[in-house]
């Protein structure tokens, strides 16, 4: 937990409690952080964009998974207009997309998506901060492996993992995606085979874990909570100071156990299917 401390005083004079200063900070990195991790596939898919109406901002990676084409308030400034306008833009693609809000600080734009014809997610995600130790436990059965060689492995082991062709993920995890200085894919391995993967963003000194994926066989086993964490530690030692990820409700406690901290919650609408 974080622990709550006591008030300090600013030069101002102005008493602050410095846990809620901590946290709305961590609050707001994690959403740059993720805005800047669902930006990465979308500017290296074929015909995939990024686009800013206002203080919003739009990415498409022309995926069928609509976490892949996503909105997401940008700025304080962002107007309802600037969403409508995303939105719309959206539905031009004819695409599934998800929209998502912060809880708490993008509120007031809520009624511009009840108003549409998109769908509530029943439970809100948690954007979730951990300061990066300076290692990490394997099971001893375990060999992870990081770097553009892994990245095959990765991809297979993800597909699997989640449920989805492999021919549906490498439209989004493109080989000029696995080139670039800000991503670093991960696969681990027992006995010589992948069985588990990871992914880690670096922005702004952050490191934001994706694609976190083992094999249903392979389950139960820590895997998936080893390649997060050897995801973390290896951030750290690329300089980052923290790390954030988007947890599923399925990962939520593995996290917390790894000492994850929910900073923001972010509630979504998606697109209707059929």
Request: charged letters at 20%.
């Amino acid at each position: 937990m974080i622990r709550a401390l006591p008030p300090t005083r600013t030069p101002e004079g102005w008493l602050v409690n410095v846990t809620a200063m901590a946290i709305a900070s961590s609050a707001d990195r994690e959403h740059g952080a993720y805005i800047h991790s669902l930006g990465t596939p979308a500017e290296t898919t074929p015909d995939g964009w990024v686009t800013r109406f206002g203080g919003v901002v739009a990415v498409v990676a022309r995926s069928p998974i609509p976490l892949f084409n996503h909105v997401l308030i940008e700025t304080p400034e962002a107007t309802p207009d600037d969403l409508r306008a995303a939105v719309a833009a959206l539905e031009e693609t004819e695409l599934r997309f998800t929209v998502s809000l912060r809880v708490g600080i993008d509120d007031r734009l809520a009624e511009v998506l009840q108003a549409s014809t998109l769908v509530p997610v029943v439970k809100p995600t948690p954007g979730m901060f951990l300061r990066p130790p300076t290692h990490s436990e394997t099971p001893s059965d375990l060999e992870i492996r990081s770097g553009r060689d892994v990245f095959d492995d990765h991809c297979v082991v993800s597909a699997e993992g989640f449920g989805m062709s492999l021919e549906t993920l490498r439209g989004v995890l493109t080989p000029e995606l696995a080139d670039r200085d800000d991503i670093v894919f991960y696969a681990g391995y027992v006995g010589g085979e992948p069985v588990t993967s990871s992914a880690g963003v670096l922005h702004d000194s952050s490191v934001t874990v994706v694609n976190v994926a083992t094999l249903p066989q392979h389950r139960g086993r820590g895997y998936g909570g080893a390649m997060t964490m050897a995801t973390v530690v290896d951030g750290g030692e690329r300089g980052c100071d923290a790390a954030f990820l988007q947890s599923s409700e399925m990962g939520f406690p593995v996290y917390k156990r790894l000492g994850f901290e929910t900073v923001v919650e972010y509630d979504s609408w998606t697109s209707p299917t059929g």
